[in-house]
């Protein structure tokens, strides 16, 4: 079992830049596939990015492709978000993920754990 808990979020101007930050506690962090997914207002939680165990592959939902930078240290069982020139589309309660299984995962439910989420604003 892993316990996610992401950090980072804020408010940020149209253009700004934000980082997130997913720390996760326990054992064995190189052995899930980790995913970031968002929630915006009255809307369904969707796929943002996911990265493989190690690092080395990378999946963009196209909304965000070219914008925002999925990466993770195994060292510090840690995976991040970098997010770049934001919109304010891009607002929403923003979400890590972790998962046992392989492939490339942009459904909620291929993830067994969450985070509780932090809030990104960008205003307009």
């Known amino acids: 079992q892993v316990q996610l808990v992401e950090s980072g979020g804020g408010y940020v101007q149209t253009g700004g830049s934000l980082g997130l930050s997913c720390a996760a506690s326990g054992r064995a962090f190189d052995l899930y596939r980790m995913g970031w997914f968002r929630q915006g207002p009255g809307k369904e939680r969707e796929f943002v990015a996911t990265?493989?165990?190690?690092?080395?592959?990378?999946y963009y939902s196209d909304s965000v492709k070219g914008r925002f930078t999925i990466s993770r240290d195994n060292a510090k069982n840690t995976v991040y978000l970098q997010m770049s020139s934001l919109r304010p589309e891009d607002t929403a309660v923003y979400y890590c993920a972790a998962s046992v299984s392989l492939g490339r995962l942009t459904a909620t439910r291929q993830y067994n754990y969450w985070g509780q989420g932090t809030q990104v604003t960008v205003s307009s």
């Open positions: 990265i493989s165990r190690t690092g080395n592959i990378t």
